[in-house]
């Protein structure tokens, strides 16, 4: 079934709608990243390429049909039986979704795609070190890249593979594109952890509540404490009882180690991830000028220069095309600095 031409529905971009706000910015509240040059068909079918059909992979897959957010999805894998089996498997939900053209392929047949999401990764082995499995991801990056920018060169590039803030940084170097353009999931999934957590203790849905994990989407990613809120009332006021700081710091502690808690007991993660990567792309398809904690190039915020890490940032048909700024408790500014030196360090120990 060839994708037809989309029609014009209120939230699908629009050039005019694209990035460009009603009114002047206010610079005291955001950073701005060099916006692309892109000429964009508004009306043509939207284009999605997933590279890596594992559990991840899949996930987002799943995730996007369900919420029909592509005319085409083009799925990737190096493992073509595999593939084969994950795509059917999906195709044959078609009756119960809206419409996607779903298929099995390569980059060559994602040419043309509007955004690239890869989450092809290979897995830490026993006995591997962490940064000997950044290598080897660096790898497969280093043989996908050149094919992403040479059948998608207007794509938007959302990094999900491990360690996200590493392979993002490496796949700009890689691919000569507008920072802009090339973007990690960073900590939406961990965000959306702790405001479930969150939620649960203070008995309100979590959308109703705001609160961020910033940094690195790892070890040392940092608790945005003093701008956790409901209804503008602050979680966490400096006054806040012992006994109740204590609770507030396992929560935390919980989201920190979430995903090895789940590793542990069903091999990996997949759900969580899949939705969140799902909002991220809804957030680029239909210009939302969401305001996520996407992964982005940050220079020169809060004494950071040249590192890609989380940061409340809006995400539009552009990409990431301004960096919140926000303010920072003293402490949360060291740990963030602790969090981006972590990233600089293994950035600077890995060749590509
Ligand atoms: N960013 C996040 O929040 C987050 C959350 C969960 C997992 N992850 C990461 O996502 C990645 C994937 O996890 P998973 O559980 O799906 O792993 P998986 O092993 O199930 O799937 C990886 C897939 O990538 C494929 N692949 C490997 N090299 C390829 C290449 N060159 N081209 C095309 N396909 C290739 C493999 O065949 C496999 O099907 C891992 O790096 C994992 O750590 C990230």
């Known amino acids: ?44 079918p939207l284009k999605g390429v997933i590279v890596g059909a594992g559990q991840v992979g899949m996930a987002c897959a799943y995730a996007m049909v ?9 799925i990737v894998d190096i493992n073509r039986d595999k593939l084969d089996g994950e795509v059917m498997d999906l195709q044959h939900g078609m009756s119960f979704v809206e419409p996607t053209t ?16 890869i989450t092809a990764g290979a897995a830490q082995q026993p006995g591997e070190t962490r940064l000997a499995l950044v290598q080897r991801n660096v790898k497969i990056l ?5 094919e992403v920018v040479a059948h998608c060169p207007n794509a938007i590039v959302l990094m999900v593979a491990n360690p996200v803030d590493v392979l993002t940084y490496v796949a700009w170097k890689l691919s000569g594109l507008p920072s802009a353009r090339v973007i990690g ?22 959308r109703s509540l705001h609160a961020y994990i910033i940094g690195e989407h790892g070890d040392s990613e940092v608790p945005f404490w003093s701008q956790a809120t409901i209804a503008g009332t602050p979680l966490a006021p400096p006054d806040l009882p012992a006994t109740e700081k204590a609770a507030l710091d396992d929560i935390f502690y919980q989201v920190k180690n979430a995903a090895y808690e789940i ?3 069903k091999g990996y993660t997949s759900y969580a991830i899949g939705l969140a990567v799902a909002q991220i792309v809804q957030a680029i398809a239909r210009d939302q000028n969401r305001v996520l904690t996407v992964s982005s190039l940050i ?37 963030l600095q ?9 950035i600077d120990q890995i060749q590509f």
């Open 1 to 44: 079934m060839q994708a037809t031409k989309r029609s014009p529905i209120i939230g699908y971009p629009t050039r005019s709608s694209c990035a460009k706000p009603a009114w002047p910015m206010n610079d005291s509240l955001f950073q701005h990243q060099p916006i692309p040059d892109l000429h964009l068909d508004p009306l043509r």
């Open 338 to 346: 602790q969090s981006a030196a972590t990233l600089r360090s293994v």
């Open 102 to 117: 779903i298929t099995a392929g390569t980059l060559a047949d994602g040419a043309g795609a509007d955004i690239v999401v």
């Open 299 to 335: 220079n020169g915020m809060h004494g950071i220069d040249d590192v890609y890490l989380s940061l409340p940032a809006v995400v539009n048909r552009m990409g990431v095309t301004r960096v919140m700024k926000v303010k920072l408790s003293d402490r949360e500014r060291d740990s």
């Open 263 to 265: 590793i542990r007991r």
């Open 185 to 206: 999931s960073g900590t939406v999934l961990d965000t959306g952890r702790f405001r479930y957590l969150l939620a649960q203790k203070f008995g309100v849905d979590p």
């Open 142 to 146: 280093q043989s996908l890249t050149p």
């Open 66 to 74: 369900i919420k029909n957010l592509f005319d085409e999805l083009v």
